[in-house]
T-cell receptor, first 112, second 109 residues
Framework: SQTIHQWPATLVQPVGSPLSLECTVEGTSNPNLYWYRQAAGRGLQLLFYSVGIGQISSEVPQNLSASRPQDRQFILSSKKLLLSDSGFYLC???????????FGSGTRLTVV | DAKTTQPPSMDCAEGRAANLPCNHSTISGNEYVYWYRQIHSQGPQYIIH???NNETNEMASLIITEDRKSSTLILPHATLRDTAVYYC??????????FGTGTRLTVIP
């Protein structure tokens, strides 16, 4: 079956510390992968998407970066976290062109 | 991709039908209407999608107006577990879904 794993579920990090969030997908190959962020009380904001290994598109300039070292692995990183990086981070992949996105369970990041 | 407009919140009595409206007046001919919901502290969950015709699955029904400028998601018998934020989205391509803030549905016992 096709599943998506995202970890950790919660994370508290000090300002200026690095960040690495990992997302992996099982049961499919060459998926389109996405990182979204949701600030408290806000809608979802697309941060990055990837259509293949090493291919990353950024939607908004920010303190974050993404990488796709393997077909089913998508990593969100930061060298130095800011307070404004706090939020709920969601990884997603698309099942096919017409059945919508499947989201991971999310990581709640609090930068203190 | 077109943007959508939804009421910020709605209440529904348990066991009754919940009808969630969405306006997408700038939708183009090849854009699908998708509905997702997000239960607190979880990732959004796909519910249903459609292009022109009304659609029904085990979770909900989707009614799309003939001019396609609006749609309604119907949960036929709302339960407490249906309390969530419901997002209406229109899209063609696979990238850059715009979720907006959705409708917060509260099912009341």
């Amino acid at each position: 079956s096709q599943t998506i794993h995202q970890w950790p579920a919660t994370l508290v990090q000090p300002v200026g510390s690095p960040l690495s969030l990992e997302c992996t997908v099982e049961g499919t190959s060459n998926p389109n992968l996405y990182w979204y962020r949701q600030a408290a009380g806000r809608g979802l904001q697309l941060l990055f998407y990837s259509v293949g290994i090493g291919q990353i598109s950024s939607e908004v300039p920010q303190n974050l970066s993404a990488s796709r070292p393997q077909d089913r692995q998508f990593i969100l990183s930061s060298k130095k976290l800011l307070l404004s990086d706090s939020g709920f981070y969601l990884c997603a992949w698309i099942r096919d062109g017409y059945y919508g996105y499947t989201f991971g369970s999310g990581t709640r990041l609090t930068v203190v | 991709d077109a943007k959508t407009t939804q009421p910020p919140s709605m209440d529904c009595a348990e066991g009754r039908a919940a009808n969630l409206p969405c306006n997408h007046s700038t939708i183009s001919g090849n854009e699908y209407v998708y509905w997702y919901r997000q239960i607190h502290s979880q990732g959004p969950q796909y519910i249903i999608h459609g292009l022109k015709n009304n659609e029904t699955n085990e979770m909900a029904s989707l009614i799309i107006t003939e001019d396609r400028k609006s749609s309604t998601l119907i949960l036929p018998h709302a339960t407490l577990r249906d309390t969530a934020v419901y997002y209406c989205i229109v899209q063609t391509g696979a990238n850059n879904l715009f979720f907006g803030t959705g409708t917060r549905l509260t099912v009341i016992p």
